[in-house]
């Protein structure tokens, strides 16, 4: 019953989140499926095309762009090693490290997906999304709050990332005013920047909860805000 009402979610968003320049340089990691629709939190993954933004070799976290290296994280309760890759991107704004082996990454001019390698690729579930917007953090938090309350009740508050600091947490699990958990979960993470916000929203199925959600909170550990002087040092 909530699918449908992305669309909505979509079209609303498009007035609160300011896309970003694209460019055209091109990468070499998996073949992802093409994509070219304007992205924003909280819609589904539909991609038709690429456009590839500006990325810079050198890393803030002391990473290259592209590195490829392995860690191990906890796990429904086990020990895992990840391989992970390092990505920067100029263009949005952030850095991020996320499994390679699990995870296709996809690009388009003002998005950044991380979708699951198992899911079908017309039609994912399981994937991050991030993007950024020219409005400051509570604005955007107050605006998806708005959004998500309609299909759920939600779970909100702030965040303490490993190396983004503090954000703005909004969970939306249960089913509007059933006190059941949906079928689709979102956790949406908002993090301030010197100029506006970034945006990345976790989606899940609730059978993957504590597989890709665990994931996708190890992956926003790794998540580093750029900002524009720093981009343009």
Known sequence: MHKKAFPMLLACLCVFFTACNSSSQTLTETKAPQVTDTAVSLSPAD???TVVPVISPESETGRQNGERFEEV????????????EHVRNDTIGFEIDYDYEQFERRIESDCERFVSIWDVPENPENYLDVTCSAEDAETVAASVSELLSQEYD????SRELDRAGSCIWIEASELKGTGQMADLLQVVY???ASEGCRVATAHFSVESAEGFGARFRNMMNTFVVITSEAVHH
């Open 73 to 84: 994280i906890m796990l429904e309760g086990m020990e895992e090693t990840v391989r992970y």
């Open 47 to 49: 991609p038709v095309g």
């Open 190 to 192: 908002i993090i301030p």
């Open 154 to 157: 939600l779970l909100k508050g």
